[in-house]
């Protein structure tokens, strides 16, 4: 019998999960959470074979609860259920040690093709994640010299300006080629996000 744990600040999707996971043969819900650090003394008094848990909850993120957990537990499978769809969240979540990242609107299908990859020590990835992962880490091959470059510059904190006077051009063609390089690597606009996606991919590192 496969012992689960279901972690969501929202109690319908709660009630969804638990809808779908009582057509799978061989498993039990043991227990709920709604917050972080619920879900963290439930997953150590249940010990739960799987932990579907969101990333943003209150006082105590899924990304939190699973560092803690993996520092003593390598065996617990975490499945990620959530509605972000970039990049940085699904890197984030598989370096903190989750086993697989699906999407809140998960089919029963979907849901039945990812534990049987678990049960064989498989890590599974939603189509839409695995689309935009592909996307971000191979999609660099599309870019041309001039992308490329001003990625180079955008990672380095350079604004539009400065990229402009570097490389002898306008301001509106930078801006124009950010928007291609954007699209074609589905990159996230801040800052801060765009240099932890550097950093994860090893680009110009």
């Not at 029963?108 to 990859?117: I, T």
């Not at 678990?118 to 091959?141: I, N, P, Q, W």
């Not at 051009?169 to 954007?182: A, H, I, M, Q």
Request: glycine fraction near 4%; charge should be negative.
């Amino acid at each position: 019998m496969i012992k689960i744990l279901l972690v969501d600040d929202h109690s319908i999707l709660r009630q969804g999960l638990r809808f779908l996971i009582a057509q799978i043969p061989d498993t039990i819900v043991v227990a709920e959470a709604e917050d972080g650090r619920d879900a963290l003394e439930k997953i150590r008094h249940y010990q739960p074979d799987m932990v579907f848990i969101d990333i943003t909850m209150p006082k105590m993120n899924g990304i939190e609860v699973m560092r803690a957990i993996r520092k003593n537990d390598k065996d617990t499978n975490f499945i990620v259920m959530t509605m972000h769809s970039g990049v940085e969240y699904y890197q984030e979540a598989m370096e903190a040690g989750a086993d697989a990242y699906l999407s809140k609107d998960i089919t029963l299908e979907e849901l039945l093709a990812c534990m049987e990859n678990l049960s064989h020590g498989r890590k599974y990835v939603a189509e839409f994640m695995r689309e935009k992962v592909d996307k971000a880490t191979s999609g660099l091959d599309s870019l041309t010299a001039r992308e490329m470059e001003i990625l180079r510059l955008l990672i380095e904190g350079k604004t539009n300006r400065e990229i402009a006077e570097e490389l002898f051009c306008s301001e509106k063609n930078v801006e124009k080629t950010k928007t291609n390089v954007r699209k074609k690597l589905d990159l996230p606009s801040s800052y801060g996000a765009l240099l932890a996606w550097a950093l994860r991919n090893k680009v110009f590192l």
